[in-house]
């Protein structure tokens, strides 16, 4: 399922070249396809403010639209440049709750040039969603993602 994914990932990002069209795709393709995946999307860093923003999502709306770095299991991506795993969310003491439903959550950091400029978030209704092949299946969604903005001329 992971293979046929990216493959259907890279072909749709490969034909269009807007970048809010292309990400708001990606979010809604996993989210759709992959049963667990309750809630997808893309948080970027702001430019100059730490911060990061909500760009594109697939699932019930959030008002977890801006993030402070260090905030929240995606603010902690932001600074730390690596990927976080929680089987269940009511443990974590610094967890911004989205949603009452959220049982677990995978976030990914995306690079570009080298550089953490956003992620990858991923709720689950469920209990330990995610496993090691959820790491690596985003690891490469994101890298996909990072080419395309890349051929975009993406600014950060």
Known sequence: MHSTLLHNIESFLTKNPVTQIGLDWVCA????????????????HHPVKKELYLKAFAGNP??????????????????SNKNFVVDDVSEQDNY???SIEVKSEIVVPLFFDGKNVGQIDVDS????AFNKKDEKFLENVNALVSTFLMRNNAQF
């Open 29 to 44: 393709e996993l989210q759709q396809k992959l049963p667990h995946y309750n809630w997808v999307g893309f948080y970027f």
């Open 62 to 79: 959030t008002d977890h639209t801006v993030i402070p770095f260090g905030k929240g299991i995606c603010g902690q991506v932001a600074i």
């Open 96 to 98: 911004i709750a989205c």
């Open 125 to 128: 209704n469920t209990p330990s």
